[in-house]
């Protein structure tokens, strides 16, 4: 008998589950689409010949140590990270109204925003998600005691953003509501906004007095710019919101926060290195509101890891390390199109039924390729092939060699 006897297994996580089935599976034909990292065209993890030289150079240095960071995290990661997403000419930067913190990763970030939303934004604020999202977005809100609901986001017919669908979601959403989305590479999708339709959403995040909160884990693999992906970020940085009588101010800059994930683009995974952004209308609470991010953080985690944000700083502050990782993401992100391309190619050789074109549309490390859960099972207990059950394939874990096999048993799998 244990105090325990009575604790329900919970659910294995459907993503790092498949990493198990896959490593079970003894078949010398396995190919793992599940896996969120990039890998090489050798299907291999990737380090960044620019991380190397800096853990080189930290290495040999003998002033490196190993103390605590601060509860907020390392001073020059935490504004050059801002910098990064908001963009030089920032005005909120500029007029300093950003809170920035180091967190764990994208997850952690979201955590740490999570929970102060929850202790002091609106009480009982919904969080809308879009759906499909990230699986793991349904844990962190609710953990932090944030209920969420859906907005419309995806068509399975178009392929495409459904964005009449999510207007009108968040149009009747109650106001004040908190908006996640997805800053660029929507995951599990692929399919992110034009520009004209961030305008839309933005207009009606506007209208409605929503707080947007983007989750930023691609920045520079949707388009291999840094720019290009920030740009949702950015158009709503800018943006004002009616004041209200009380602001005796026609307009104040809009509130939101952003959360930042350098997993992918730096390939620092397990390093777990992070931000989160709030932006505030006035630079008079920014001191009150790091104080409370420090307190929530202090009781999660005390002080975030030193060894990967150490990196992270170096590379974002030296021009030459800057031009070289953009170089090294730009490789990361053209190996994944040309995977988009060969596949594409591939299905339309073979004859596979469908229109296929999404493949090429869709951005980002992910393809929603519009398979369903049965014909992703029959593809992985007849081919080995391993992706989530709602279709979606990791386009970084594709390699040329495998495309072929993955086009014809797409083929088997659909007619
Ligand atoms: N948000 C999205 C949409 C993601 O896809 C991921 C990673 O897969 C994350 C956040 C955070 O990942 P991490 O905590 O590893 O930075």
């Not at 291999?224 to 307009?251: K, M, N, Q, W």
């Amino acid at each position: 008998y244990s105090t325990f006897s009575g604790v329900p297994e919970a659910p294995k996580d459907p993503i790092l589950g498949l990493n198990e089935l896959f490593r079970e599976d003894p078949s010398p034909l396995k190919v793992n689409l599940g896996v969120g990292a990039y890998r090489t065209e050798e299907n291999r993890p990737y380090v960044l010949g620019v991380v190397k030289r800096v853990e080189q150079e930290l290495a040999n240095n003998p002033n490196t140590l190993h103390e605590y960071l601060p509860i907020e995290g390392l001073p020059e990661f935490r504004s050059l990270s801002a910098r990064l997403v908001f963009g030089e000419r920032s005005p909120a930067l500029k007029e300093q109204r950003v809170v920035s913190l180091q967190s764990l990763s994208g997850t952690g970030s979201l955590r740490l925003v999570a929970e102060f939303l929850s202790k002091f934004y609106q009480r009982g604020a919904v969080c809308y998600l879009p759906r499909p999202t990230w699986g793991n977005h349904w844990n962190i809100f609710p953990a932090a005691g944030i209920k969420c609901r859906e907005y419309r986001y995806y068509s399975d017919e178009t392929h495409e953003v459904d964005i009449i669908g999510l207007l009108d979601d968040l149009t009747a959403a109650p106001s004040g509501s908190i908006v996640l989305l997805h800053a660029c590479a929507h995951n599990p999708t692929g399919a992110d906004p034009s520009m004209t339709q961030w305008q839309e959403i933005l207009d009606v995040i506007r209208k409605k007095q929503h707080f947007p909160l983007f989750d930023c884990a691609y920045q520079g693999f949707a388009s291999g710019s840094f720019e290009r992906d920030a740009a949702a970020v950015r158009l709503f940085e800018r943006a004002t919101v009616p004041a209200s009588e009380a602001d005796g101010a026609r307009e104040r800059p809009m509130e939101m926060a952003v959360t930042q994930s350098f997993a992918k683009n730096m390939g620092l995974y397990g390093e777990r290195v992070g931000a989160a952004h709030i932006v505030c209308a006035a630079p008079a609470v920014t001191q009150a509101v790091l104080s409370q991010m420090k307190q929530i953080a202090r009781g999660l985690y005390s002080s975030p890891p030193a060894h990967g944000a150490t990196i992270a700083a170096r590379i974002l502050k030296d021009r030459a390390l800057f031009a070289e990782w953009e170089t090294e993401v730009h490789v990361m992100s053209s190996r994944i199109l040309r995977m988009r391309r060969e596949l594409f190619e591939a299905l339309h050789e073979n004859k596979t039924p469908g229109n296929w074109e999404h493949i090429l549309s869709q951005i980002g490390m992910f393809s929603f390729l519009g398979l369903s859960a049965e014909q992703c099972l029959y593809l992985r207990e007849k081919y080995h092939i391993y992706m989530t059950t709602n279709g979606r394939i990791s386009m970084a874990g594709l390699t040329s060699d495998k495309v072929q096999y993955l086009a014809d048993a797409i083929r088997d799998a659909v007619v």
